[in-house]
């Protein structure tokens, strides 16, 4: 007898359920709390890992799914490329985009305080955001980007920076590339 991991109860015949990404084996009374997760057969074990699209793999696996088909069409799975995840997809906001708004606001002759109004924002929103206290978040970002007509996002990352202009002829860095001695 097996012992179910939500409600203690003793069960002959524990099912694996996942409940928000934990798989758990539970009895029949707690299988509505979770999907039910298909337990692969002993001859298909070793399909685990491989890249042929075997149905016990992909059910296995649908959570990533998602991810890896809008990693940009490759999917041989090779341990040379890693997973995409949320953060490959957003922009990065640029380090001077405090002076950016203060200038565009400037620019077009507007108080802090009217530039608040226009965007229907409060005004310590706008002090802060100029100040460099606080980021914008995207809708605000959004709202400053196109009133203002300014881009406030990093332009190609770190490529300008004069401290990175090293690293090795395959375009990686090292940790010789970066660090400066003191001797």
Do not use: H
Not at 117 to 122: M, P, Q, V, Y
């Amino acid at each position: 007898m097996v012992q179910c991991e939500m409600c203690g109860d003793e069960t002959s015949s524990p099912k694996t359920i996942k409940v928000e990404g934990a798989k758990l084996d539970v009895c029949s009374n707690c299988t509505d709390f979770g999907t039910e997760v298909k337990q692969p057969s002993s001859s298909s074990s070793s399909s685990k890992y491989s890249t042929s699209s075997s149905s016990s793999s992909s059910s296995s696996s649908s959570g990533s799914a998602g991810q890896s088909s809008s990693s940009g069409g490759t999917s041989s799975g090779g341990s040379s490329s890693r997973p995409s995840d949320m953060f490959d997809d957003m922009d990065e906001l640029a380090t001077d985009y405090d002076d950016r708004v203060r200038k565009a606001r400037e620019k077009k002759g507007l108080s802090q305080s009217d530039l608040a109004n226009e965007l229907n924002e409060k005004a310590s929103l706008i002090r802060k955001i100029e100040r460099g206290d606080t980021l914008p978040s995207d809708r605000v970002q959004s709202k400053l980007e196109n009133f203002l007509e300014i881009n406030l996002n990093a332009e190609g990352g770190s490529t300008d920076d004069p401290e990175w202009s090293g690293g090795s002829s395959s375009g990686s860095y090292t940790l010789g590339d970066v660090v400066k001695r003191k001797d």
